[in-house]
């Protein structure tokens, strides 16, 4: 068989049980409950452009190299120093959230004699990253501490550094990590590295919209932490929050970092325009929280069972692929836009759309979901 038939023949049995992906057309007659722009910023982008023109207007719109070999570093620096100052740290630019967690992951993980342990819905980014450093890695059971303890108990000797790796906010379930638990266990067992993928957090949780470390006054105890720009921040890129000398290490092993030509420098003034709003839009947060706690109960409400979620990310669960399929579509008719998601991304039998909450979305944006919810059902 050529390659085309072979192709063709999978697609065909993708096809076949509702796991067929398609890039989504957009719809401006919809009501958007998919995209990660948990602050509304994107939506204001035309509030902050006389802004952004006078301060950086004349950033160039390519850096035409990597960042070992770029020319022109100055926004790269400043972005880097006002982040790196709101975490108390240095941070380092990278092109993506993906490219973030592959690069530091696999660097980090090759390191002699490293054990790692990731919880078990980790990101596909972290996954790729510990299969590219051909070293030996654990998962451990979502959210269970115990199984941590067992995997840590029966695979670290003395002395060994053992690196844990979890998210605040899971992305298909909105559910949080049990990170002060984490942190307890590092002070039991001072080997342990914390990295933590802040992706969902940024922006969303903390005082200054630093994430869930800083919300539950955990900053100074995460070893690493991951921020990307193109969810809450309204940008693209990603960057990590470590010590100097972790930071120092990755420019020198981790590959998306060497071997990729970096951000255009004015995708990164863009960046560091929005992490400046972000930091005093408590009155964001507060409204999504409120938004968030409104269509979770109302979500309860609807299926009779207590949602895990405790964020802007809520799951309906539905147990079928089809039957999301079918169901998402529905909402579109009504004017809704809710996406579902399948299996690989998602346990076989756990398919679901995922209800995507933004600061923008009003009130009777709300009600008009949940009530549509209530009718398909």
């Given at each position: ?117 990731a919880d078990k819905l980790i990101h596909a980014s972290i996954i790729d990253g510990l299969r590219l450093s051909g070293a030996r890695f ?239 059902k």
């Open positions: 068989m050529s390659i085309e038939e072979i192709i063709a023949g999978r697609l065909d049995k993708l096809q076949e049980a509702g796991c067929l992906r398609r890039i989504p057309q957009p719809d401006a007659d919809c009501i958007d409950f998919t995209s990660n722009d948990y602050l509304g910023l994107a939506k204001r982008r035309a509030e902050f452009s006389e802004e952004f023109a006078d301060t950086f207007g004349r950033a160039d719109f390519t850096s035409s190299a990597s960042r070992l070999l770029a020319q022109h570093q100055d926004i790269y620096t400043e972005f880097e120093l006002f982040t790196g100052a709101l975490y108390d740290r240095k941070a380092l630019l990278f092109n993506s959230g993906y490219h973030a967690n592959v690069g530091a992951v696999s660097s980090l993980a090759s390191l002699p004699g490293a054990l790692v342990i654990h998962r451990f059971p979502h959210n269970d501490m115990k199984a941590l303890e067992r995997i840590i108990e029966r695979n670290a000797s003395d002395g060994q550094p053992v690196i844990v790796i979890a998210e605040s906010i899971y992305s298909m379930d909105g559910d949080l990590a049990p990170l002060q638990e984490l942190v307890n266990l590092k002070h039991r067992r001072p080997e342990i590295f914390l990295y933590l993928d802040e992706a969902h957090a940024l922006g969303v949780m903390g005082k200054r919209g630093l994430g869930l470390a800083e919300e539950l006054g955990l900053l100074p105890e995460i070893d690493l932490i991951v921020g990307t720009l193109g969810k809450a921040l309204a940008s693209s890129g990603a960057f990590i929050a470590a010590s100097e000398s972790i930071c120092n290490f990755l420019i020198n092993s981790a590959r998306s970092f060497i071997f990729s030509t970096c951000l255009p420098p004015a995708s990164a003034a863009w960046s560091l325009l929005m992490m400046k709003k972000m930091v005093d839009m408590q009155s964001e947060r507060d409204r999504l929280r409120n938004l968030a706690e409104r269509t979770r109960k109302g979500l309860e409400s609807i299926t009779s069972e207590e949602s895990e979620s405790r964020s802007q990310i809520l799951p309906f669960m539905v147990g079928d692929a089809e039957k999301a399929v079918m169901l998402s579509e529905a909402l579109r008719r009504k004017g809704l836009n809710v996406l579902p998601i399948r299996h690989p991304t998602v346990p076989a039998g756990t398919e679901r759309l995922r209800i995507s909450l933004s600061a923008s979305h009003s009130e009777s944006d709300i009600e008009r979901l949940l009530q549509a919810l209530t009718e398909l």
